[in-house]
């Protein structure tokens, strides 16, 4: 079924089809109109779920987790601030384990307040070990929801599923929402590998010592050492999980492929351009207008951030001249934090590219196609690529 609608609805879609069981619910813009679909889905019997408001973020979390314990697909959803908020807890259900899908609608964080675009808010909390994944449009995030499911109870780690606040999520574009046959084949119901039950009782996440010990069997336990071992081992082969859940998806609905990266004009380019989210789709528009007047340009739209596929990186990138990292982030006193990643997942190759760094749309500052394209052009013939610091795009000063 084809409909025209704004982003959050193509997530209130993806997360009906998923068969979610408990939805958390605490307002912020502009994730709100997502959790109020939400409600009018439950409230009509749409959707057979429980729909539970909270007094904050750090409540809505904390309600995924207790729902995750006991078994139940759990989801919820915010932006900026109110994902700070929940820090602590998102440590808790990353450590737990626990299959929990969140849709971050990315925003720039206080203070100063803003409410408007940028990729700060999800940056900030890459290191809790959530998997994060980006999307470009409509259709991304419907379906992006719905792959996330499947990866999380894969691998038994929490998914943010981020995309652009107002950019995508406030505007109407067309989409698909799949048959919910198709997504059943897909995505059958989760069966835990534990869960809290009254009749069976149990403590978890009890303070662990530093050491390896017994436990209550006389089994050896791992000690916390060996618990963030194994987050860490699984996340990465969350990366291998991802590809083979977007390859099982891609055969049954005919989209995806490009579990990673998302590429365009790239395999002929000299230089590529690199970002996340809608801002990659706006930089085809400058591609196509530099292609016309012979300049060997491309650009690439990173899907997955956290865990980097960076053996994916550098194989889309090897052999290009440079390397444009365009983001609407800061790792405040050094450099974005995409550039970062980008050049670490380059170190060690052959011939690496040049790399250059461009800070732009920090709180939702206006992205111009024009002065992407003088940007880009003006990088493209420079003769020697010189690696500095980061150039700010759109900066009033």
Not at 116 to 130: I, K, L, V
Not at 301 to 309: A, E, K, V
Not at 332 to 344: M, S, V, W
Not at 364 to 389: F, H, M, P
Request: with cysteine; glycine share 8%; hydrophobic share 40%.
């Amino acid at each position: 079924m084809h409909i025209i609608e704004a982003g959050n609805v193509a997530a209130a879609m993806g997360i009906k089809l998923a068969g979610v069981q408990v939805i958390a619910a605490y307002p912020i813009t502009p994730q709100t109109p997502l959790t109020e679909k939400l409600s009018e889905l439950v409230d009509s019997g749409e959707m057979d779920a429980q729909y539970i408001p909270v007094e904050s973020e750090h409540s809505a979390m904390s309600v995924c987790i207790a729902a995750s314990s006991t078994g139940s697909r759990a989801f919820t959803a915010t932006s900026a601030n109110g994902l700070l908020y929940m820090h602590e807890q998102l440590q808790w259900a990353a450590g737990a384990r626990l299959p929990i899908v969140m849709c971050v609608v990315n925003r720039g964080i206080g203070a100063p307040w803003t409410v408007w675009n940028d990729h700060q808010d999800a940056m900030s909390q890459r290191d809790t070990g959530w998997i994060q994944l980006y999307c470009c449009d409509h259709q991304q995030i419907t379906d992006t929801v719905i792959q996330a499911f499947k990866i999380a109870e894969t691998v038994r780690i929490p998914v943010m599923v981020c995309y652009d606040g107002y950019i995508l999520s406030h505007t109407y574009m067309p989409f698909d929402v799949p048959k919910q046959s198709d997504i059943d084949r897909f995505l059958p119901a989760f069966e835990p590998d534990w869960a809290l039950n009254p009749a069976c009782p149990a403590n978890l996440n009890t303070v662990t010592l530093p050491d390896i010990r017994p436990d209550i069997r006389g089994n050896i336990a791992p000690g916390y050492m060996e618990i963030r071992h194994n987050l860490h081992t699984d996340l990465r082969r969350a990366i291998e999980v991802t590809a083979d859940v977007d390859a099982e998806f891609t055969e049954i609905f005919g989209r995806g492929g490009n579990p990673f990266i998302e590429t365009y004009h790239c395999n002929d380019a000299a230089q590529v351009i690199i970002c996340m989210g809608s801002l990659s789709y706006q930089i085809r528009d400058v591609v196509d207008l530099l292609r016309q007047e012979g300049v060997s340009v491309g650009v690439a739209g990173l899907r997955l951030y956290r865990p980097f596929p960076d053996k994916a990186v550098a194989k889309a990138l090897a052999g290009k001249k440079e390397v444009m990292v365009f983001e609407k982030a800061l790792s405040y006193g050094y450099e974005g934090p995409l550039f970062t990643d980008i050049k670490a997942a380059l170190y060690g190759i052959e011939n690496p590219p040049a790399v250059r760094n461009f800070i732009l749309g920090l709180g939702g500052r206006e992205i111009l196609t024009r002065d992407l394209y003088k940007t880009i052009k003006a990088e493209c013939s420079q003769t020697q690529v010189k690696q500095n610091d980061p150039v700010f795009i759109g900066l009033k000063l």
